[in-house]
């Protein structure tokens, strides 16, 4: 019976395949594809691979909280920009006025 297995499975690569592991999961005892130790294995790589990717999950992140500060304080500037011209204009009209009054006396 082993030489006609093995001559089963000589004569055709995809059955030597599905012959293989079946005898391999036979000489094993297990029936199942993945153990605790893949598990295991797997989990570990997952984690490293995050761990890895955390810094660039934050720095893309980042930006995003700067650009709104950064828009904030603009228009800050803008405002505050715009409110001191308006008090400057406000005193150059009020100089101009008080000038205006002394040169008529």
């Known amino acids: 019976s082993n030489q006609a297995f093995a001559y089963h499975v000589g ?3 995809s059955c ?3 012959h293989g592991i079946e005898r391999a999961f036979a000489d094993t ?3 199942h594809l993945t153990t605790p130790s893949d598990v295991a294995l797997v989990l570990v790589v997952l984690l490293g691979l ?3 990717l ?3 999950i934050l ?3 980042i930006p995003l909280p700067l650009t709104l500060l950064l828009e904030k304080h603009e228009l800050f500037l803008l405002e505050q920009e715009s409110f001191l ?3 400057h204009e406000l005193f150059l009209l009020e100089q101009e006025s008080f000038l205006l009054e002394q040169q008529s006396f």
Request: positive net charge; hydrophobic residues 40%.
């Open 59 to 61: 720095l893309a992140l």
């Open 11 to 13: 004569s055709s690569s």
């Open 16 to 18: 030597a395949r599905c």
């Open 50 to 52: 995050l761990l890895r």
């Open 85 to 87: 011209l308006e008090k």
């Open 29 to 31: 005892g297990s029936h």
């Open 54 to 56: 955390t810094p660039l």
